[in-house]
């Protein structure tokens, strides 16, 4: 049951920590999601990566966010220092993009609920 | 800017179908509707995507006007597992660089109803 694992599921951390979240896409897939959601702004993309590479992280807060694939299997965003705005739930999808396309369907892993307090 | 209009909620008794609409006035040629949907506490599912044509899987099924100013979500009969909210996304899939990204917006809540 092929399936995007993140880890951890809950994370509370105080401000000023650093925070790591892992995600283990789909084996085979080439292309990465990470999205944050909160209630107020709901779903918001913050990068997306082609074949380890990062094609877009135009929404992610550059001064303390930060997103890499040290490997094909491992993706990690990474928040330092964290703050209590930082708290939501955080999404990682994977998907197969094929010669120049995007990738037609996204799989979406069950989320790091992230509290900062 | 949103590409996609939707309404904020919607119900539908159980058993009964539950269409949902999704209004993208401004697509271009060259991309999509997708249709995802968010079950509490769970990450997005994909659900059925479409060019032009109307197409349907073992999910739903999905009407695209002729104009594809607008397109319907149609579930036929709905379960009370069908309770979530509906995203209706508009992207060009045959670029791979950033115009592909998958982009949500505020989405329809369905509730169903025995």
């Known amino acids: 049951d092929a399936r995007v694992t993140q880890t951890p599921r809950h994370k509370v951390t105080e401000m000023g920590q650093e925070v790591t979240m892992r995600c283990q896409p789909i084996?085979?897939?080439?292309?990465v999601f990470w999205y944050r959601q909160t209630m107020m702004q709901g779903l918001e993309l913050l990068a997306y990566?082609?074949?380890?590479?990062?094609?877009?992280d135009s929404g992610m807060p550059k001064d303390r966010f930060s997103a890499e694939m040290p490997d094909a299997t491992l993706a990690t965003l990474k928040i330092q220092p964290s703050e209590p705005r930082d708290s939501a739930v955080y999404f990682c999808?994977?998907?197969?993009?094929?010669?120049?396309?995007?990738?037609?369907?996204?799989?979406f892993g069950q989320g790091t609920r992230l509290t900062v307090v | 800017d949103a590409k996609t209009t939707q309404p904020t909620s919607m119900d539908c008794a159980e058993g009964r179908a539950a269409n949902l609409p999704c209004n993208h006035s401004?697509?271009?040629?060259?991309?999509?509707v997708y249709w995802y949907r968010q079950i509490h506490s769970q990450g997005p599912q994909y659900i059925i995507h479409g060019l032009k044509n109307n197409e349907t899987n073992e999910m739903a099924s999905l009407i695209i006007t002729e104009d594809r100013k607008s397109s319907t979500l149609i579930l036929p009969h709905a379960t009370l597992r069908d309770t979530a909210v509906y995203y209706c996304i508009v992207r060009a899939v045959n670029y791979g660089g950033s115009q592909g990204n998958l982009i949500f917006g505020k989405g329809t809540k369905l509730s169903v109803k025995p």
């Open positions: 084996l085979g897939h080439n292309t």
């Open positions: 401004t697509i271009s040629g060259n991309e999509y």
């Open positions: 999808a994977s998907g197969l993009a094929r010669d120049l396309s995007a990738a037609t369907e996204a799989f």
């Open positions: 990566f082609r074949n380890r590479a990062p094609l877009d």
